[in-house]
């Protein structure tokens, strides 16, 4: 982890696998964003880590029952729901506008 964060840069999704004080091995998503003075001295980061156990025992259970049905009884294929608001997003109908400067916080 310290060499992600070494290059001072924001880091995000990045699957690392942690050891943990019973000797497992975890698996966890890494999202990270530095934190700089007014000065541009990096001083600190914001770090997030997913626990991503849940998500494999799920995959494992999907692909243990061949891989066909989704959770809840569906087989896909269907619509996406909030897929038009998405495009609608995409498209950049309602996008809210980014921030500008630093925050004064």
Not at 26 to 42: C, D, F, K, M, Y
Not at 53 to 80: C, D, I, K, Q, Y
Not at 86 to 95: D, N, R, V
């Amino acid at each position: 982890m310290a060499e992600l964060l070494s290059s001072g840069e924001t880091v995000r999704a990045e699957e690392i696998a942690l050891r943990v004080p019973d000797g497992r091995s975890v698996r966890v998503l890494l999202n990270a964003t530095p934190i700089q003075s007014e000065e541009g001295v990096l001083t600190s980061f914001v770090v997030t880590l997913q626990d991503l156990t849940s998500l494999e025992e799920a995959v494992s259970r999907f692909l243990a029952g061949g891989g066909n049905h989704l959770p809840g009884g569906g087989t896909g294929g269907g619509p996406v729901p909030g897929a038009g608001r998405q495009a609608a997003h995409s498209a950049g109908a309602g996008q809210p506008t980014p921030p500008r400067g630093r925050p004064s916080w």
